[in-house]
């Protein structure tokens, strides 16, 4: 999803009240979070940044990945709703209009939308381990969730957080 950025500003600049620095700093540490559970799904496989594939493992590494990835995924998947829940919560007490009102209900589809996404990339990726090319789903599932988050970023948080003073009231 492609949004104006200058209208949005424009909007929001008007609507929105500054985030406290708790809410702030909650939202910061949960994105930091994100990036460690991306950070520890790289270093999950060895081969993470070489060509070869699982074929330099052998079956109880594979087997461990395997393993690792089953346990990622659910955890990551209830971090994620947990984010979204709390980042809603406290933009639902920030937004004070009806523009607001409006970025708010784009932001919470967004949030729906990339729900939907991890889910089926995370089917993609049991598939792919369970056929044996755990860390091309590994490589796949990390650029595509980067991918993303990044566009989900500029296009939702990074305005929030990062506001310039003179835009907040």
Known sequence: M?????????????????????????????????????????????????????????????????????????????FLIEHFKNEEKIMAGIFNNQDTNEHFLLHQQEHDNLLREMDNLMHKLSNMSERGQTVVAIREFHHRVMELFGEHFRNFDDYLLHKPMSDKK
């Not at 500054?18 to 702030?24: C, Q």
């Not at 994105?31 to 270093?43: A, G, I, K, P, T």
């Not at 999950?44 to 070869?52: N, R, V």
């Open 2 to 78: 492609i949004l104006d950025e200058g209208l949005i500003m424009q909007k929001l600049g008007q609507g929105v009240r500054e985030f406290s620095m708790v809410e702030r700093r909650q939202i910061e540490d949960e994105h930091v979070r994100l990036n460690q559970f991306l950070q520890n799904l790289r270093e999950t496989c060895d081969e993470f940044y070489s060509l070869e594939g699982c074929q330099s493992c052998d079956r109880e590494k594979i087997a461990s990945c395997q393993g690792r990835l089953i346990s990622f995924e659910h955890v990551f998947l209830d």
